[in-house]
């Protein structure tokens, strides 16, 4: 999505449900209203805890989280083993995850958006145990091989396309409006904060257990989530009304009402190009550990560590500031924050560097990340949660490693440093010239307003 995804704005909209003149995004997915946290004398950066549905879940995703990146640092190095440390091999398995988003995404946020929600999870998470559990009957006995790798990554990410619209917007209708920005941000907490103890945990059993107890704890993992959602209380229906129309039209539907938004063209604009020219964690620190440190398993882990941990404090940051105005310049701030950190790391060739530049990398990525998040929730009716959250899954699931394939060819052809620092340097020009271009447009709503 580039700088041409920015329209005209409108004016900001009241939604209600049931006639009652209450805003839609105070009320519970079973219809029943939300006490405000405003004015709440609760600890300020965890205050969507105070409601139950949402501890619940947060509870589970926690659990959930440790087994997700235990997986993902497994099968990452997995594929460098069986390809004899092939960054392009890396690049092939995120563009076959980056198809499969691009083909079920936009189906999944409006699946979302028409069927019960908590019930899809239920879905979804059940298949994922499957999935994990194939990989860890392959590796054990021995029978896996890299072509076996895309096809259950696909079908994984296929499943993730339902799964992550889902629960987002299921999380959005846990908490009142003015607690969204926590609670996503304490979501993110919870994933990345995952990425200190998870990478960790993988090295230690990637070095006495092997490949397969990785992808067997991920297994039991979800079964916390499939828990959490066991017990939240939906006693109500939920009275949000549903799309009309065929699924890809509520898609052009969303898409429409995001594109003639203020803000959301810009933002949503300069965190793609972020995400696709920006190469990911996932394929640029392993290869970091290989090619330029030539360590193994437990430096790995570190790096990993070092951008859990500034996530982990990206989150909890944008958690304290309660709900700022403006949030689209924390988002733009943060992005370019990020392209220093990224191109600190790209020039360094010791621990001693890369840790804190990865620690930077990870807290302005996860502010980005979590401030985009919450604007999207926010800034469309509750009808369309399902499917704005499908956008927000493009842009991490299919944008991202999209963009990791050339991303891969570059690093194979010119080297590590020089593609990373080619990255920085082009997210940063896109960065400026989506900021510009929102200036000019904000200049030009105000000369045409009347009290300009």
Not at 89 to 106: C, E, T
Not at 174 to 195: E, R, T, W, Y
Not at 295 to 314: K, R
């Amino acid at each position: 999505m580039d700088a041409s995804f920015m329209g005209q704005p409108v004016a900001s909209h009241a939604y209600t449900i049931n006639g009652t003149g209450m805003p839609a995004s105070g009320y519970s997915e079973g219809g029943r209203p939300l006490p405000s946290d405003a004015g709440s004398t609760g600890i300020r950066t965890f205050r969507a805890l105070r409601h139950r549905n949402f501890r619940l879940l947060w509870s589970g995703l926690a659990f959930s989280a440790v087994g997700t990146w235990m997986q993902i640092v497994a099968q990452s190095v997995l594929v460098l083993d069986l390809t004899h440390g092939s960054a392009m091999a890396l690049g092939a398995v995120s563009l076959v995850q980056a198809a499969a988003f691009l083909l079920f995404a936009p189906m999944g946020g409006s699946v979302a958006d028409r069927f019960d929600k908590r019930r899809l999870l239920f879905v979804t998470q059940s298949l994922m145990i499957v999935f994990a559990v194939t990989m860890g009957v392959l590796t054990a006995v021995g029978a896996i091989r890299f072509w076996m790798i895309p096809l259950l990554v696909f079908g994984t990410s296929a499943t993730l396309s339902f799964d992550q619209p889902a629960r987002n917007a299921l999380i959005a209708s846990l908490v009142p409006k003015d607690a969204l920005m926590n609670a996503i941000s304490l979501q993110s907490a919870v994933f990345n904060g995952a990425s200190i103890l998870g990478p960790a945990l993988a090295g230690l059993t990637l070095s006495h257990l092997g490949y397969s107890a990785n992808f067997f704890l991920n297994a039991a993992s979800f079964l916390a989530v499939l828990g959490a959602l066991f017990f939240l209380n939906t006693e109500a229906r939920e009275a949000i009304p549903r799309p009309q129309g065929g699924l890809l039209g509520s898609v052009a539907e969303a898409l429409h009402f995001i594109r003639r938004d203020a803000v959301l063209p810009s933002v949503v604009s300069a965190y793609a190009a972020l995400l696709f020219i920006g190469p990911s964690v996932i394929l640029m620190v392993p290869f970091f550990t290989r090619q330029v440190l030539r360590t193994g398993p437990t430096e790995l882990g570190l790096l990993f560590s070092a951008i859990g941990a500034g996530t982990v404090v990206g989150a909890l940051t944008v958690a304290s500031l309660g709900d700022p105005p403006h949030k689209e310049r924390l988002a733009l701030g943060a992005m370019l924050l990020w392209t220093v950190a990224l191109a600190v790391f790209g020039c360094s060739n010791s621990l001693r560097i890369a840790v804190p530049a990865l620690f930077l990398w990870g807290m302005t990525q996860n502010a980005a990340g979590s401030t985009t998040m919450t604007l999207l929730q926010t800034r469309v009716p509750p009808e369309m949660r399902g499917r704005a959250m499908s956008l927000n899954t493009l842009l991490m699931m299919c944008i991202r490693p999209l963009g990791d394939f050339p991303a891969g060819a570059v690093m194979g052809w010119l080297g590590f440093r020089e593609a990373v620092l080619i990255s920085a340097g082009l997210v940063s020009v896109a960065l400026l010239v989506v900021t510009a271009r929102a200036a000019i447009l904000s200049r030009d709503r105000k000369e045409a307003s009347p009290d300009g």
